[in-house]
């Protein structure tokens, strides 16, 4: 069995709902079904799964796995012993074979790979086991290879090298001919790219594509994250200076062509480090006692033209990559942060969603265009949201005189605090804001909190998790842990970012109250895998949650989720919880196809709000401008390419930064060797239990075999490990002390000694 944690995803344990419905129709290939003889068949009762049916039904229609010979009735199109679909490879060189049209994941042992890497599309045969009934593959094809770049340390013989690769899936070293070292010594960290694997050989052979330093060196691990996922760490000299060459001036032909908001306030709430500022606000009273925002965005769009090469280059990164020590930008910093951002007493050419809405949060009217804005002031989210904590009072609870709540104060009932304290200032020093910005700061809050209760009440799911940050010195070096959490200030610039991807998604998805046809690009949520809910029911209901996840409708599963976030918060076991219920949830994507999404409970949403960072929001800045100029709708299959590339780097771009706070976890930890520290154990496998550091978060490793006072065995059911003779079990969730034995900086690992367990 693959060998992972067990609340990762196991694709031979955990079946969704597409792999059911292809087990049913391929044990009944001569019948076909309609979509409620499924839900019988499978036992699924509740509306929302018939639903889910019905949307998979006409994806595997779309994929041609199934025909639907009559109007509503679908039979399975029959295959042979031969599939298509990617390898999921292991550490100890063996893989799985992943398809949706297999019921379970096919084992792969080593011999029968073929020269297949992990996440290679590959074609497989079949085949039951000799003496079995398990089933095995061969991989007879490889259709595409997932990457050919790996990144590793050179070992160097007289006349040639081996360069062993970082990623401990790559189960080859790759040969390197003496011709093609370029004058790499031995023992560097090295690019390679594989040209070749001959027939004959156990080994691929490649190319030195680029020398990165030393091992270790924390410049030369940087850019090797990078390089893993083929991410690029600078840009190419001619894509530099093509930015430099990009005209700076704001004519006044130009701003003729836009809506002039200058005079009305405007300012951004952003990270204090941040550099690149996509969005800001603008606020102002009107005479019907309603207000008008304006949520403006920068106008990459105007500065990056189609057919150009900084486009082709914001198109390959498509997005931003955010590490722990740098922002790696997706354009060059000319542009990002610079003419493109939102910097305080400029003005900007912007793309704009302004609206007029009411104390009650309603959308009265709302205007979609280009605009020339002039941002008054710069706060970042902690100054913001000093200004609405010192404008807020504590107020008793008239139906329990002990228990305490906040409340924004009515605007008018007290003298309004503009100061902003030298401890929270971004420069250092004490300031006061104008009651202008103030008054907006407060009104803004207000209606924030509204626009996120109906979302709530809608059947939003709220994912409040406590991000881990370091302290920095000038070196890079981790000196210190925090913990950043989401506040009033950010939830304000959340919910108008929130509401202008929607408002956008609405104005161009919808017309008369029904879906329209133009093309557009949507970023989608699926329903929730119900499989995996009732694996974290599960497992939650160990640390005695005993409410139950009530997955019959959308509302229920949401509102049930979320009081379990809520009750957890707070909590040892928090993090772990707020993991696993995130990994139940679908993937986010773009896409040309909305079918809305599930997390935000709104029907249209897309990425309108970051065109500095994401490529799919400069996508939808072009689309939105076509079509407010009359266009008609252009062909999908070119914006779904791009959707589909979008998607994949951004899921590269989340590894690599998953990768550099580990990295940067492990970087910390050594400063802390044979220290104690009380934790989580946050997962169980055949080989040892993880355990996460209570105050910091860092997740290492005790092996089984180094736990002495028994041998342990690993029970999955209990999702534990339990002792032969004293039956002393460790479980999911239990408090431990540990000690730090072992980092593994170039490996990116933590091994803990395991001193005992903390008693509840």
């Not at 800045?621 to 779904?640: C, F, N, V």
């Amino acid at each position: 069995m693959s060998k992972r944690k067990i609340y990762k995803k196991k694709g031979n344990i955990v079946k969704d709902l597409t792999r059911k419905i292809l087990k049913l129709l391929n044990h009944s290939q001569n019948q076909s079904f309609n979509y409620k003889q499924i839900a019988s068949k499978l036992a699924l009762t509740d509306a929302n799964s018939r639903n889910q049916i019905i949307q998979k039904l006409e994806a595997l229609k779309a994929q041609q796995k199934v025909e639907e010979i009559s109007r509503g009735k679908f039979k399975i199109v029959p295959l042979d012993k031969y599939y298509i679909g990617t390898i999921d490879a292991t550490t100890n060189g063996n893989g799985y074979f992943i398809c949706e049209e297999l019921e379970s994941d096919i084992y792969i042992p080593a011999r029968n790979l073929n020269k297949a890497l992990d996440k290679d599309t590959v074609k497989i045969y079949v085949y039951n086991r000799r003496n079995s009934k398990k089933q095995e593959g061969d991989v007879v094809e490889i259709i595409k290879r997932f990457k050919t770049e790996f990144v590793g340390v050179l070992q160097l013989n007289r006349n040639f090298g081996f360069v062993v690769p970082d990623d401990l899936k790559m189960y080859a070293d790759i040969f390197i001919p003496q011709k093609k070292l370029h004058g790499a010594e031995d023992g560097v960290k090295v690019l390679v790219e594989i040209t070749d694997w001959p027939d004959k050989s156990k080994n691929p052979f490649g190319k030195i594509k680029e020398i990165l330093g030393i091992p270790g060196d924390h410049n030369t691990e940087i850019h090797s994250i990078l390089l893993e996922y083929g991410l690029p760490y600078k840009f190419p000299e001619n894509v530099e200076a093509e930015a430099e060459k990009i005209p700076l001036e704001i004519t006044e032909a130009e701003i003729a062509k836009r809506r002039d908001m200058r005079k009305d306030l405007t300012f951004t709430i952003d990270p204090k480090d941040a550099k690149d500022f996509d969005d800001a606000l603008s606020f102002k009273e009107l005479e019907n006692g309603n207000y008008e925002i304006g949520i403006h965005i920068a106008d990459v769009s105007h500065y990056v033209q189609e057919k150009t090469i900084i486009e082709d280059e914001a198109y390959n990164r498509a997005t931003s990559v955010y590490l722990v020590d740098r922002v790696v930008p997706m354009l060059p910093e000319v542009l990002s942060n610079g003419v493109c951002s939102l910097r305080p007493n400029e003005e900007k050419l912007t793309f704009s969603a302004v609206f007029e809405i009411n104390n009650k949060a309603q959308v009265i009217n709302e205007w979609f265009g280009r605009t020339i804005t002039y941002s008054d002031k710069r706060f970042a989210y902690e100054e913001a949201q000093e200004l609405i904590e010192n404008n807020m009072v504590t107020e008793r609870s008239r139906s329990d005189n002990t228990n305490l709540k906040e409340v924004s104060t009515p605007l008018n009932h007290h003298k309004l605090n503009g100061k902003v304290s030298k401890e929270i200032s971004i420069t250092d020093k004490e300031y006061t804001v104008s009651s202008e910005i103030v008054t907006a700061v407060l009104k803004l809050n207000e209606l924030a909190k509204k626009l996120r209760k109906k979302r709530l009440q809608q059947g939003a799911i709220t994912f409040d998790r406590v991000e881990v940050k370091f302290n920095l010195n000038e070196k890079a070096e981790p000196i210190g842990v925090f913990f950043k959490e989401s506040k009033d200030a950010n939830k304000l610039i959340e919910e108008f970012m929130l509401l202008a991807n929607r408002k956008v998604a609405e104005f161009i998805g919808r017309s008369k109250g029904k879906a329209s046809n133009k093309t557009f690009v949507y970023r989608v949520h699926d329903e929730p895998n119900l499989d995996k809910l009732d694996a974290l029911q599960s497992i939650v209901s160990k640390f005695g949650y005993k409410n139950k996840i009530d997955t019959s409708s959308k509302k229920s599963t949401s509102t049930t989720l979320n009081q379990l976030l809520k009750d957890v918060h707070g909590k040892g076991e928090a993090n772990m919880i707020e993991t696993l219920a995130v990994r139940s949830m679908s993937k986010a994507e773009y896409t040309t196809h909305n079918i809305g999404h599930y997390g935000l409970a709104f029907d249209y949403y897309s990425h309108f709000t970051s065109p500095i960072r994401r490529y799919p929001d400069v996508m939808t800045h072009r689309l939105l401008q076509h079509y407010l100029d009359g266009g008609t709708s252009p062909k999908a299959e070119i914006y779904e390419e791009k959707c589909r590339h979008s998607s994949e780097m951004e899921y590269l771009a989340s590894r690599a930064e998953r990768d550099s706070i580990k990295y940067m976890q492990v970087k910390y930890m050594a400063a802390h060797k044979n220290q104690e520290f009380e934790g989580v154990i946050s997962g169980v496998t055949e080989w040892g239990i993880y355990v996460e550091i209570i105050e910091n978060k860092c997740e290492g490793m005790v092996r089984i075999r180094e736990i002495k006072d028994d041998y342990y065995i690993y029970n999955e059911k209990q999702y534990a490990i339990i002792g032969q003779s004293t039956n002393n079990m460790y479980q999911l969730g239990d408090k431990v002390l540990i000690k730090v034995k072992h980092t593994d900086l170039e490996r990116k690992h933590l091994d803990f000694t395991l001193l005992e367990k903390i008693n509840k």
